[in-house]
C-alpha cells in the first residue's frame, strides 16, 4: 500500500503543467493555500527589471512565473517579456539548470538574460544554467548579468 500511495504521489506530482513548464525532480507538495513571493525578470526600457510575484509553491515556480509573462498592470507600466511561448522541459543535475524548448521559438538574447536572471535568482547555488532547442545539439549556456 505505501509503495502504491508513493508511486501515485510521483505521478502526479511531475509532468507537463498548464504552462508547459515541467519540473524534475517533481517539487514537494505544498499546502493548500500557501504562497511564496518569487521575482521573475521583465524588460522595460531597454534593460531588465525585476518584479515580484505570489506564488503557490517555492522558487523552482519562478519559471512558471515568467512564463506567464507580464500582467496587465505589468504592460501598462512598460514592462514586457521576450521569452517565447513554448514549451519548455526542466533538468536539474547537481550544479546544472537545463531548459529543453520542446518547440521553436526566437530565444533574443533579451530573453535568454530573463530566463537566466530569473532562475539564477530561484536557485542561487546553480553555477550553471543552460538552454538548448528542440535539436537537443544546440545547447547554449545562458549567464545573468544585471
Known amino acids: 500500500m505505501r509503495v502504491m500511495i508513493v508511486s501515485l504521489l510521483l505521478l502526479t506530482g511531475c509532468g507537463v503543467t498548464a504552462t508547459g513548464v515541467r519540473h524534475d525532480p517533481a517539487p514537494p507538495p505544498v499546502a493548500r493555500g500557501a504562497t511564496t513571493t518569487v521575482r521573475i525578470y521583465l524588460v522595460k526600457d531597454g534593460g531588465l527589471a525585476p518584479v515580484t510575484r505570489e506564488w503557490p509553491g517555492t522558487g523552482d515556480f519562478a519559471l512558471e512565473a515568467l512564463t506567464e509573462g507580464p500582467t496587465s498592470r505589468e504592460s501598462r507600466l512598460g514592462y514586457r517579456s521576450e521569452v517565447p511561448f513554448v514549451r519548455l522541459a526542466v533538468g536539474f ?54
Do not use: Y
Open 93 to 146: 543535475e547537481p550544479g546544472h539548470i537545463m531548459v529543453h524548448a520542446l518547440e521553436d521559438g526566437v530565444w533574443t538574447e533579451p530573453a535568454r538574460r530573463q530566463l537566466a536572471c530569473t532562475l539564477k535568482h530561484a536557485f542561487p547555488n546553480t553555477p550553471m544554467i543552460s538552454l538548448s532547442g528542440p535539436d537537443p545539439e544546440t545547447r547554449t549556456a545562458l549567464t545573468c548579468t544585471l
